[in-house]
């Protein structure tokens, strides 16, 4: 009867553990109680994988398994085949595996991720519109940067209504084309967040076109979208200053770019004003004008060099001619001839020197130094 009842082969208890026992062959044995029963339970070696903790007395646990007859005592009991805490831990049981199944599916993988632009125009927030979490965004966001567009989608994050509001705001700003979005809110318990660890809004998350940044909960929180965003921020205040750049940094970054332009311009003007210094050295250098004045100017000292060279020849042929005149002078017949001598030839020109050279009745020609005069040879005496 017990085997053919579908229901009681698949159902939860929930109670509280007693008698807890480890066996050495790998079995637990243990009893599951409240204040208004008391049921046996035993969990197999082999289901041991279905137990993510360690059981111990004074649990509150929720026990998933089959009831059948133990046939040796006559007594029924309950056959564990999984084991999750109750309340919180049955959430973080689902939050775990959640976890595995998303990362398995690659969703957490870091090539997924996209960089958060590092200037926006604008903000797109999803979170309540009332509650600190929105203020402390809009103030630091204003504050670091008053030109950035914030535009919030007050969305329901907590409930029932949570997942298909959180992810309507999700798709409503990405059809705007806001820059960067934050999905979050302030902290609460491990229900208060459950929204962002539904598969849903991981799904539309993982699959927005726009930078997504998680803020849900206190820095100690983690959900489930913070795995799926690009950035994960601890707080909604951490988000802002992660999503919205300090205008005074940007400021100040673009003074020491203007001022390092400004460096290496009047660097490059010196050099380049130094290179134009030494080319126009060389061109002049090389110039045709300064070639010609340099040949005018060696053509100039050839000048005074063959002036001067010419200058030295002439005085030392005037100084030879001087010489040759003096020489000349004296062996000169007219120098002869005025100092009282006189040159005498016959008819046909010749010289006399020699009474050798004459007869008598013989004509000459005398030349004196003013004139000449013809006479005849009376007589010839030598001796």
């Known amino acids: 009867m017990f085997r053919q009842d579908y229901l009681l082969q698949n159902l939860y208890v929930k109670g509280e553990v007693s008698n807890c026992k480890y066996h050495t062959s790998g079995h637990i044995y243990f009893t599951l109680k409240?204040?208004?029963?008391?049921?046996?339970?035993?969990?197999?070696?082999?289901?041991?994988?279905?137990?993510?903790?360690?059981?111990?007395?004074?649990?509150?646990?929720?026990?998933?398994?089959?009831?059948?007859v133990y046939e040796r005592d006559g007594k029924y009991q309950m056959y564990a085949k999984q084991i999750l805490q109750d309340g919180n831990g049955l959430l973080y049981e689902k939050y775990e595996r959640m976890k595995r199944e998303l990362e398995e599916a690659g969703m957490f993988a870091q090539e997924y991720k996209r960089p958060i632009p590092p200037f926006i125009k604008t903000l797109g927030v999803v979170t309540a519109d009332t509650g600190a979490a929105v203020r402390d965004i809009i103030q630091i966001a204003h504050r670091r940067n008053?030109?950035?567009?914030?535009?919030?989608?007050?969305?329901?994050?907590?409930?029932?209504?949570?997942?298909?509001?959180?992810?309507?705001?999700?798709?409503?700003?990405?059809?705007?084309?806001?820059?960067?979005?934050?999905?979050?809110?302030?902290?609460?318990?491990i229900e208060d967040l459950w929204a962002?660890?539904?598969?849903?809004?991981?799904?539309?998350?993982?699959?927005?076109?726009?930078?997504?940044?998680?803020?849900?909960?206190?820095?100690?929180?983690?959900?489930?979208?913070?795995?799926?965003?690009?950035?994960?921020?601890?707080?909604?205040?951490?988000?802002?200053?992660?999503?919205?750049?300090?205008?005074?940094?940007?400021?100040?970054?673009?003074?020491?770019?203007?001022?390092?332009?400004?460096?290496?311009?009047?660097?490059r003007v010196r050099e380049t004003r130094g290179l134009a210094e030494k080319l126009e050295l060389r061109l002049k250098a090389a110039s045709p004008a300064a070639r010609i004045r340099e040949k005018k100017m060696h053509a100039a000292r050839l000048e005074e060099i063959l002036q001067a060279e010419m200058e030295r020849i002439l005085t030392n042929r005037r100084h030879k001619l001087d010489v040759y005149i003096a020489k000349m002078k004296g062996l000169s017949p007219l120098e002869k001839l005025s100092s009282g001598y006189s040159y005498v030839t016959d008819e046909t020109g010749r010289n006399i020197r020699s009474v050798e050279q004459i007869t008598e009745g013989e004509k000459l020609n005398i030349r004196f130094s003013d004139g000449t005069a013809s006479a005849m040879i009376d007589k010839v005496k030598k001796g």
């Not at 799926?228 to 100040?252: K, N, Q």
């Open 196 to 267: 962002f660890n539904e598969r849903e809004v991981a799904q539309a998350v993982f699959d927005c076109s726009v930078p997504i940044i998680s803020a849900v909960g206190h820095e100690t929180d983690t959900t489930i979208i913070d795995y799926v965003s690009d950035l994960r921020a601890p707080t909604p205040s951490a988000a802002a200053e992660l999503a919205v750049r300090d205008i005074r940094d940007i400021c100040g970054e673009l003074e020491a770019y203007r001022e390092r332009i400004q460096f290496l311009m009047n660097r």
């Open 146 to 189: 008053p030109y950035v567009q914030i535009i919030l989608y007050p969305a329901i994050v907590q409930g029932d209504a949570a997942v298909p509001s959180i992810i309507n705001g999700i798709h409503a700003l990405e059809q705007i084309g806001v820059d960067v979005m934050i999905v979050g809110r302030g902290g609460g318990s």
């Open 34 to 68: 409240d204040p208004k029963g008391v049921v046996n339970c035993v969990m197999f070696a082999g289901n041991r994988t279905g137990l993510s903790f360690r059981l111990s007395e004074g649990q509150q646990v929720i026990v998933l398994g089959s009831v059948d």
